[in-house]
């Protein structure tokens, strides 16, 4: 056979086994966000399709959360919040959230503590690290302090029997459920609310006062 028809044949040969595996490694399809509403991410049908899904994986737990394209081609997943049975969530958006709260944690923790919150925490499954003290509660009470003034808020708290941020003090460990039950009694008891409207510009003596009344909510929970 000539060379030109040899290789002529070789490149058909790699254009049709090269489409068949294509397909094979073709992109999750689009799937509407409606195909999944009210269905929560714990949902035993969730992870058997992988073709469907881009998965991250849960090590604690050792499974795969799922996360759903849309038409856009954003990922969501699905999350349990508060009275909600499924909330469907974005998940560049969530990130930002939690990039967002681990600044605000940053402000409220001394520096002899930063990095130590999950430390010597153990690896249960269905567990969850929570803050005691809410950090986006208290977030308010940090806006446009300094590094002095904002140490000179921590040990307001700690004076007090109450530790905050990212302090491991301020950690419990609680099963999932509990968890979103304690949040839940947070909105009921209308109390540790997150939209307080900023301090900033107002004396650290004046915060102390907002600071007391958070310190009575914290107290109350105790209970």
């Given amino acids: 056979m000539p060379i030109g028809k040899y290789v002529a044949k070789g490149v058909k040969h790699l254009i049709k086994n090269g489409a068949k595996n294509g397909a094979k490694r073709a992109a999750p399809r689009v799937l509407k966000k409606i195909d999944y509403e009210g269905a929560a991410g714990g949902h035993s049908g969730f992870g058997r399709f992988k073709a469907d899904m ?3 994986d849960d090590k604690r737990k050792g499974l795969q959360k799922p996360l759903f394209r849309d ?21 560049d958006t969530k990130q930002q959230e939690v990039f967002d709260r681990d600044q605000k944690g940053a402000v409220q923790t001394k520096k002899e503590v930063q990095g130590t919150f999950l430390k010597d925490r153990p690896q249960i499954a269905d567990t969850e690290a929570h803050h005691i003290a809410p950090v986006k509660s208290l977030a308010f009470l940090f806006d446009g302090l300094d590094e002095k003034d904002a140490r000179k808020m921590i040990n307001h708290f700690e004076k007090r029997g109450v530790y905050i941020g990212n302090d491991p003090r301020n950690r419990a460990d609680l099963a999932s459920a509990i968890h979103t039950s304690v949040h839940e009694s947070y ?8 939209n307080h409207a900023s301090l900033e510009g107002m ?16 107290k109350e929970l105790r209970k």
């Fill in 54 to 56: 881009a998965v991250s």
């Fill in 203 to 218: 004396s650290l003596k004046e915060r102390f006062k907002f600071a007391n009344v958070i310190l009575q909510e914290i």
């Fill in 187 to 194: 909105v009921k008891k209308a109390i540790l609310k997150y």
């Fill in 71 to 91: 038409e856009s081609g954003d990922l969501y997943y699905h999350q349990r919040n508060g009275s909600r049975s499924s909330q469907f969530r974005k998940r």
